[in-house]
């Protein structure tokens, strides 16, 4: 059966890779916290991208900008007038949802019924109200599709409001409307307002970028589907400042080499694809998502968009300090290009959907055995780069020396990848607990290992097992846990 949701929230918990916020109180809705297996595939996602970005580009460097920032950084970005998700309430279950989203979800109704035309159309129409900023236009769309609340099963709507998603707080203890400051709700802005610092004190030359991994925040209307939509959640963006004019080039250039990423850390291409945007925010000028085929559907994972020269352009309206670079290269006519504000075009994955997305690729329930010998196996495929573990060292059995003899090996190992130590149960049981939380190669010690110096490895996903020498376990195994 294919892998639900379900599936893979309990298999996140019980194996220590995500558990629900606070949970002792009940849980907190749509804030997640990361056990200690989750917390290092996590961090290995983040070293891949960090290490994609930065080490394997000259022009690109990386900074860590605060969560507060000035709240003006926030008016110039649109973020206070334009953050908003249309919201509706049904007034007989009195529960509350996006109106964008009900009706993304006719349209993959239609589309589930081999209505395309008819679900394009119905995108293609909403796209046009909320860019009109028409939401009584949108109350009458949903109302004329007679999309009904699934808990009460009614067609009685509100009007439709616009939901600002920032968070808000007050800093200092004057509660003032002057001391009000917003938690990020993108990484974005804390480069957009470095970028002179950064050009200037790395002596920057246009094109360059850079990048950032932090935490950001939006009080989203409807949060359901685990670390998917979060109230707290983390971005890795990187903001590409190019000459105007060139940015369909780029734009093109970085959608590919994101799209490669994305293969390159192992998930298959069949679960991944462009969707180009039906409603332009109001920063792009051309737009596109990575999506990554979830078990609840194919759902935006990475955006990449073009906005121009919009947010340097506000930041140096608003701030009045000019955000210029002066360009020496020549056009056509020799001459310099001179003063401009660069384009932007910008690359930005969520940590905690790409988190889900390894994750559910990983998930994996197969049946092993023969007859009697049939039994269900589940283990996660990990790329092991990502891997909380890399190795696992397991005597054969706990006397006779082995024990020492893996504490040993498990030592020498150590300070090049993530080992574990286990002499816990019978071997198989010992094999069933890395398999469950992905680690990729299991060392095991026996008697012969005592003799000769040779041990086995057993490759996770094939379970076949290999005798190699102790000396060469570093190689052998280094040059498969890098991307
Ligand atoms: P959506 O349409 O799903 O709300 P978005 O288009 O608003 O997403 P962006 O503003 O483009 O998202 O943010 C870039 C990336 O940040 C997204 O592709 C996603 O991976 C991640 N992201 C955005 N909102 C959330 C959230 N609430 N929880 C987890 N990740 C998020």
């Avoid at 970005?53 to 900008?65: K, P, S």
């Avoid at 953050?83 to 009706?103: C, H, T, V």
């Avoid at 957009?192 to 850079?210: A, D, E, Y």
Wanted: aromatic content about 10%; overall charge negative; hydrophobic content about 35%.
């Amino acid at each position: 059966p294919a892998t639900s949701l379900q599936d893979i929230v309990g298999h996140a918990k019980e194996y220590g890779f995500v558990f629900p916020s606070s949970e002792i109180y009940d849980g907190l809705q749509a804030v997640y916290d990361y056990g200690q297996n989750g917390v290092e595939l996590k961090n290995n996602l983040k070293a891949a991208w960090w290490k994609a970005m930065t080490q394997l580009h000259d022009n690109i460097v990386g900074i860590d900008a605060s969560i507060f920032m000035h709240p003006l950084t926030w008016k110039a970005s649109g973020h206070v007038d334009g953050f908003n998700d249309p919201m509706i309430d049904n007034k007989d279950s009195k529960k509350r949802y996006r109106a964008d989203q009900l009706l993304e979800g006719k349209a993959e109704q239609y589309a589930a019924e081999g209505n395309e035309a008819k679900s394009q159309e119905l995108l293609a129409e909403m796209g046009r109200l909320l860019s009109a900023e028409d939401l009584n236009g949108v109350r009458e769309l949903i109302i004329s599709e007679n999309i009904k609340c699934p808990v009460s099963g009614t067609a009685n709507w509100t009007e439709v409001r616009q939901f600002n998603l920032m968070f808000s707080t007050q800093v200092g203890s004057v509660a003032e409307d002057s001391n009000l400051i917003y938690l990020r709700p993108e990484t974005a802005q804390g480069i957009f307002v470095n970028f002179l610092n950064v050009q200037k004190s790395g002596r920057m030359k246009i094109p360059f970028g850079i990048a950032q991994i932090g935490k950001a925040f939006r009080n989203e209307i409807v949060a359901r589907q685990f670390t998917f939509r979060m109230r707290e959640f983390e971005q890795m963006e990187m903001q590409f400042f190019i000459r105007p004019g060139t940015e369909m080039a780029w734009y093109e250039s970085w959608k590919e080499a994101r799209m490669k990423f994305h293969k390159a850390i192992g998930l298959p291409a069949e679960k991944l694809k462009f969707h180009d945007h039906e409603k332009l925010a109001h920063y792009a000028n051309a737009a596109v998502d990575i999506e990554y085929q979830f078990p609840f559907g194919f759902r935006e994972m990475e955006g990449i968009h073009s906005r121009t020269d919009f947010d340097l352009r506000n930041h140096q309206e608003l701030s009045k300090k000019k955000q210029q670079y002066f360009d020496s290269d020549l056009d056509e006519n020799g001459k310099p290009y001179g003063n401009y504000i660069p384009y932007v075009v910008e690359t930005s994955v969520g940590a905690d959907r790409l988190f889900l997305a390894a994750f559910c690729n990983a998930y994996t329930v197969e049946t092993v055995g023969e007859g009697e010998n049939q039994k269900e196996r589940t283990y996660l495929k990990l790329h092991p780069a990502l891997a909380p573990f890399k190795v696992a060292v397991l005597p054969l059995v706990k006397k006779d020396g082995l024990a020492e003899k893996a504490q040993t090996i498990a030592n020498s190992l150590k300070s090049s990848f993530r080992t574990t130590y286990d002499d816990g149960a019978a071997i198989g049981k010992r094999y069933t607990r890395q398999d469950l939380i992905g680690t990729p190669f299991c060392i095991a010690v026996d008697y012969q290992t005592m003799e000769d110096d040779t041990v086995t490895i057993r490759h996770r996903d094939t379970m076949e097992q290999e005798r190699v020498k102790i000396s060469e376990l570093k190689e052998k195994i280094g040059y498969q846990v890098s991307i």
